[in-house]
């Protein structure tokens, strides 16, 4: 194409974009889309509404259709819920859970209670 949009269709159905500056989108045939920037950011679009970004430094945005957030780190995965509340697990298994009214709670690895702010 003269604006040097290349288009590729293959059988099963997945379709291919791959435009002047760098950037490849790839449609699946269940519907879902990903997107590859130019400058290495990954994003999808799955059927269901989910998106998900993946940055260059490995980090990893869920934004799901119920209006929660998940973060995937290299340090710990952290969920956002619409309400304020923040879920954060850690490598070792430990999860911190900080409640938009202020409470904060920590588990051990086996769901054992170690810290509660409102007790």
Request: charged residues 30%; proline residues 4%; aromatic residues 6%.
């Amino acid at each position: 194409m003269p604006d040097g949009l290349e288009i590729l269709e293959f059988s099963d159905g997945q379709i291919e974009r791959r435009s002047q500056n760098g950037t490849v989108e790839v449609s699946f045939p269940d519907g879902s889309v990903r997107i590859l920037e130019s400058d290495g950011i990954e994003k999808w679009t799955l059927p269901d509404g989910t998106l998900i970004q993946i940055l260059t430094n490995g980090e990893k945005i869920l934004t799901l259709p119920n209006g929660q957030r998940e973060i995937h780190t290299n340090t710990h995965k952290r969920r956002e819920y619409p309400d304020g509340t923040v879920k954060l697990i850690y490598l070792d298994g430990t999860q911190e859970t900080r409640y938009s009214n202020g409470r904060i709670r920590l588990k051990d690895k086996d769901g054992n209670l170690l810290m509660d702010s409102c007790q």
